[in-house]
């Protein structure tokens, strides 16, 4: 059995243990102490790294009354080692982790909103609530959270049998049996938990929520704390500062400056696509012209600069609709894009076709014998048509 420091000691950076066994996990070396304070991933908190000696520690693992550190190297059965934990990885976890408990306690005493999951990631962590809660109801639970950080009350751990956790006031009903170890925050929130927190909330620092959005029935919070917020506030600083000067507006009037843009390329869009459809009639007779008839069916064959799946598809259609034709358009933007069409009453499968090009030229795509385009071909566009050429029988 592994003696777990971070139960009692969760400020705990550095100890002296003895290696009692070696075992192998995925391939590496991994060590079981007689005691650790390397906290294995554990109820949404993810795993502590540092060092063991001359050797890192890069993964641990929690193996029932075990705990094995994965390391780069493997140390004897009985030698003495000195560990070393990431402080600046442990310091992150408890910041996120406490805060968590505050902020779902938040939810929890003002709107009865219970939290059901709870993860932690490398950037930011989520908790999911039971129910949906609007923008106020958030902004109001993120306030109060922020209140019990900056009135930085004390952060204790107590243990207790489950006959006494049962008298007393939990956030949530324990999930397992036995010692129960308890997180209190001191007047705000009692919990069941067997993660690393801070001794007092002040340092969390400050609870910030980047996101909500509904999910399973109830709401998923993205939020972050203490460093992970200011480095989140730096982020949006630097996207603000840039989108500003971009658009040479300020800060205030970022969002109605993006709406008007967006109208703006709206309208755009449909104006190049009215203007395509004009053009691709104009277009697919040049092209139908420079064309030659083999068998009494047009061949059409032929690399365009400057236009775009949707404007190639459009031509083909009006090639097509001229009469007795059958068309590959090649495009020169990357990715290279292909439509092979082919009027009705030719005897000539457009998916075929398209699909021995893709084997040739790679890329990938599909269709129906009257219509098929793909995209991401490799190869020079001028080589891809004279394929399509050799394939249609209208080499010159």
């Excluded at 009350?153 to 006031?169: G, H, N, W, Y």
């Excluded at 036995?178 to 927190?197: P, Q």
């Excluded at 993006?258 to 277009?283: G, P």
Aim: some cysteine; proline content about 4%; overall charge negative.
């Amino acid at each position: 059995m592994t003696e777990r420091i971070y139960y009692t000691e969760p400020a705990c950076r550095s100890f002296d243990a003895v290696v009692t066994d070696v075992v192998e996990h995925e391939g590496a070396p991994a060590l079981v102490l007689d005691r650790t304070a390397f906290y294995p991933t554990s109820g949404g908190q993810p795993f502590d790294t540092g060092r063991l000696g001359s050797t890192e520690v890069v993964n641990t693992i929690d193996d029932g009354e075990r705990v094995l550190h994965v390391v780069r190297s493997p140390v004897a059965v009985g030698d003495a080692v000195h560990g070393e934990i990431d402080w600046v990885r442990r310091f992150d976890h408890m910041q996120q982790h406490t805060g968590q408990h505050v902020l779902s306690a938040a939810f929890d005493r003002l709107l009865d909103n219970r939290t059901t999951s709870f993860h932690m990631g490398s950037e930011t962590a989520t908790i999911d609530l039971a129910r949906e809660a609007s923008f106020g109801d958030v902004e109001r639970c993120v306030d109060e959270a922020n209140r019990i950080v900056w009135e930085d009350r004390p952060v204790t751990i107590r243990f207790a049998s489950p006959d006494e956790a049962a008298r007393l006031p939990l956030r949530k009903e324990p999930v397992r049996e036995g010692l129960l170890r308890l997180i209190e925050v001191t007047g705000f929130d009692l919990s069941a938990c067997g993660g690393t927190h801070v001794a007092r909330t002040g340092e969390i620092g400050l609870i910030a929520v980047t996101g909500a959005e509904k999910f399973r029935g109830g709401t998923r919070l993205t939020f972050v704390c203490g460093g992970r917020a200011l480095r989140a506030l730096r982020g949006y600083r630097e996207a603000v500062s840039g989108s500003v000067r971009a658009l040479s507006v300020l800060p205030h009037e970022l969002p109605a400056a993006i709406e008007r843009i967006q109208a703006e390329n709206k309208q755009t869009r449909k104006t190049i696509t009215r203007l395509q459809s004009e053009l691709a009639v104009h277009e697919a007779a040049r092209l139908s012209e420079a064309s030659p008839v083999i068998d009494g069916v047009r061949r059409a064959a032929h690399v365009l600069d400057g236009w775009d799946a949707p404007g190639l598809k459009a031509i083909a259609s009006s090639i097509t609709a001229q009469g007795t034709v059958v068309a590959v358009l090649v495009g020169t933007a990357s990715p290279i894009a292909v439509v092979v069409a082919r009027a009705a009453g030719v005897d000539v499968d457009a998916n075929d076709v398209l699909q021995r090009l893709l084997k040739r030229f790679g890329g990938r795509g599909g269709g129906k014998p009257e219509l098929a385009q793909g995209a991401g071909l490799l190869g020079d566009p001028h080589e891809i048509v004279a394929a399509a050429r050799d394939l249609l029988g209208a080499r010159p």
